[in-house]
């Protein structure tokens, strides 16, 4: 179980326990929180799950895999902070990862 | 004005197979897509992956699976409109009336959305004044080339078409192709090209850069764009070509008179009929309890709509349940020989 910081665009601040093997994507749907699509459904094919981490946060998550970066450049205002939520996978190394998320997915 | 007993919209791998159950009980069909091509998620995001929970197909790509519905369909002439969409949809006496995009106009008694997650549009500039010059200046695909000879383009985008187009353009126009990072996502081959037009200064390169601005009045003048680190450039520019891949969009089906949550439709799970009589709703879109977006549902989805559709095109007739091992009529309607 981890304790995962959703950031909405209107600055409203959900934090969520998110249990170990979902994904920071899931967690957000599954507790109904606004802004994250994820219209393929974690296939790492639509770039609508896109969120910013905190620069902390940064070298701690497991590295993008091959083809995560190349679906960032489909994103909506992507930055050097940019991960998609679904290949984010909670662990207990993930407690207090907080996410901003954009504005728009696409 | 087109008739037909039904009318499908989306050419997933659920709408496919939807046909395929239609055609086999004797109903016509015709499908509308938006993609320019058969295949819907499958073709469109992942044709070389490979697919493991295809009943009784132990594996096969997105584009294979696409190919098998595609001939497993063959025997039966079904017209498909590829690159409409479906804009309207309205009640007229017993029939709905479906418009596209084209003007295209179907009467039918039945319209089957096997719409997946919505429509696949392209990805646009976020900039919001780049609305204004949309299909003037601003462009998300190239239908002639011709206009842009001898004038400055600015082309965004990492992938393929970015790259082939800049390449291409490159041979009759100024060219700058303006990209977020460094890598590029294309084929090595049009990279390497791309990187020594560049150095012979004829491809302008700005990679780490993001459009933040457009100017001009009634005329498109220039475009701002912003590095990682802040750098602003103003890029005078005749044209601006964004290619940022498709999103797939819920859109025109919004406004049918659908109960829709969280961009999908509910249906019952007898005939997948929504809360329109004559409008049902399988594969991805549909929504009921328990629902798994799986291709393996999507098809029983279509086997019981095609079923409820007979009903409303054939109001005289009685549908019977037939093998197709054993039916004459269906071995008919496939065109093999019966035994
Ligand atoms: C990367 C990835 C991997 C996957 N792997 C698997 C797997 O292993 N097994 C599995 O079972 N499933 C898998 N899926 C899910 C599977 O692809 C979908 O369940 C399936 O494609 C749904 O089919 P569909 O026909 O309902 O919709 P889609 O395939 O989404 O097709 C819908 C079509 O409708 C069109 N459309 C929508 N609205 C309109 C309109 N208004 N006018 C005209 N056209 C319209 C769209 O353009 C689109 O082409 C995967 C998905 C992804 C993204
Ligand atoms: S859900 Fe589609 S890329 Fe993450």
Aim: glycine residues 8%; aromatic residues 8%; proline residues 3%.
């Amino acid at each position: 179980m981890a304790k995962i910081t959703y950031i909405t665009s209107d600055d409203k601040i959900h934090e969520i326990d998110v249990q170990n093997g979902l994904t920071v994507m899931e967690g957000a749907v599954q507790n109904d929180i606004p802004g994250i699509d994820a219209d393929c459904g974690g296939g790492m094919a639509c770039a609508t799950c896109h969120v910013y981490v905190k620069e902390e946060w940064l070298d701690k998550l497991p590295t993008k895999e091959d083809g995560e970066e190349d679906m960032l450049d489909m994103a909506f205002e992507p930055k050097k902070n940019s991960r998609l939520s679904c290949q984010l996978v909670v662990s207990d190394d993930l407690d207090g990862l907080t996410v901003d998320i954009p504005s728009k997915q696409g | 004005m087109n008739k037909t007993d039904a009318l499908i919209i989306g050419a997933g791998p659920t709408g496919l197979f939807t046909a395929h159950q239609l055609k086999l009980i004797g109903l016509d069909c015709e499908i509308v897509d938006n993609l320019d091509k058969i295949g819907g998620q499958c073709i469109e995001l992942y044709p070389d992956k490979p697919i493991y929970d295809i009943p009784a197909v132990p594996e096969c790509t997105g584009e294979e699976l696409t190919n098998n519905l595609i001939n497993q369909i063959k025997p039966f002439d079904i017209k498909f409109h590829l690159s409409e969409r479906v804009d309207e949809v309205k009640k007229e006496g017993d029939n709905w009336i479906v418009k596209t995009s084209n003007d295209t106009i179907f009467q039918t008694p039945n319209v089957i959305i096997a719409g997946g997650v919505g429509s696949f549009e392209p990805r646009k500039f976020f900039v919001k004044e780049c609305e204004k010059f949309e299909n003037q200046s601003i462009f998300y695909s190239i239908k002639d080339k011709k206009m842009f000879e001898g004038k400055t383009v600015s082309i965004f985008g990492g992938g393929d078409s970015a790259l082939d187009w800049a390449v291409e353009l490159s041979k009759n126009s100024k060219v700058n192709l303006i990209h977020r990072r460094d890598d590029f996502r294309g084929a090595q081959a049009t990279v390497d090209k791309v990187k020594q037009l560049a150095n012979e200064g004829k491809i302008n390169l700005f990679t780490k850069f993001q459009m933040t601005g457009i100017k001009g009045e009634n005329k498109l003048e220039s475009i701002d764009i912003k590095s990682d680190d802040k750098e602003v450039k103003i890029l005078k520019t005749d044209y601006v070509l964004g290619f940022f891949g498709l999103i797939m969009q819920l859109g025109p089906i919004a406004n049918w008179g659908l109960n829709i949550d969280k961009k999908t439709i509910e249906v019952d799970t007898e005939k997948f009929e929504t809360n329109q009589k004559g409008i049902y709703a399988v594969g991805d879109i549909c929504s009921y309890p328990g629902k798994l977006k799986l291709i393996l549902s999507g098809f029983h989805e279509g086997a019981l709509a095609a079923r409820a559709c007979f009903k409303l095109a054939r109001p005289n007739e009685k549908y019977r349940f037939e093998f197709t091992t054993s039916s004459k009529t269906i071995k008919n309607r496939l065109g093999v020989k019966g035994d």
